[in-house]
């Protein structure tokens, strides 16, 4: 699966361990940064993957920043994203699930960084189970 993922300083050390444990799956990786834990403007480093898998040149998106609610905002802005807020594994089960999310949201503050790895495991694992919820999303994404 190609994988775009972006985050601010608050959730640089997790996208750095979560790009390993993806390309150690066997996943093409994307990193639109940022690069280091300075503080940086997060939709500089959100909207790019949200735009990227929004035209499909990536399968899906990880976002990250400190609570993860300003990166799911700033992704969904973008059309044809569906971000969902994780924080646990069911989250991440259900987004897929019953929403066809596209682009996963964490925060760093939120959870540990073994979390966050099985979070991001779930959400790739998972299929949309389509049927009644696929109009839905259809209305969402025109």
Same mark, same amino acid.
């Given at each position: 699966?190609? +994988?775009?993922? &972006?985050?601010?300083?608050? *959730?640089? %050390?997790?996208?750095?361990?979560?790009?390993?444990?993806? #390309?150690?799956?066997?996943?093409?990786?994307?990193?639109?940064?940022?690069?280091?834990?300075?503080?940086?403007?997060?939709?500089?480093?959100?909207?790019?993957?949200?735009?990227?898998?929004?035209?499909?040149?990536?399968d899906?998106? +990880?976002?990250? &920043?400190?609570?993860?609610? *300003?990166? %799911?905002?700033?992704?969904?802005?973008?059309?044809?994203? #569906?971000?969902?807020?994780?924080?646990?594994?069911?989250?991440?089960?259900?987004?897929?699930?019953?929403?066809?999310?596209n682009?996963?949201?964490?925060?760093?503050?939120?959870?540990t960084?073994?979390?966050?790895?099985?979070?991001?495991?779930?959400?790739?694992?998972?299929?949309?189970?389509?049927?009644?919820?696929?109009?839905?999303?259809?209305?969402?994404?025109?």
């Amino acid at each position: 699966m190609k +994988i775009a993922i &972006g985050a601010d300083h608050a *959730g640089y %050390a997790y996208k750095q361990r979560i790009i390993a444990h993806l #390309r150690a799956a066997g996943h093409a990786v994307t990193d639109f940064g940022t690069h280091a834990e300075a503080s940086v403007d997060y939709p500089r480093f959100i909207r790019p993957v949200a735009e990227a898998v929004a035209r499909g040149d990536h399968d899906r998106g +990880i976002v990250l &920043g400190g609570s993860g609610n *300003g990166e %799911a905002m700033a992704a969904n802005r973008v059309k044809g994203v #569906r971000c969902g807020l994780c924080w646990n594994t069911e989250s991440a089960r259900l987004t897929r699930l019953r929403n066809d999310a596209n682009v996963l949201s964490l925060g760093q503050r939120m959870m540990t960084v073994e979390m966050a790895l099985e979070i991001v495991d779930v959400f790739l694992a998972t299929d949309f189970e389509g049927g009644r919820h696929v109009a839905r999303i259809a209305q969402l994404d025109a």
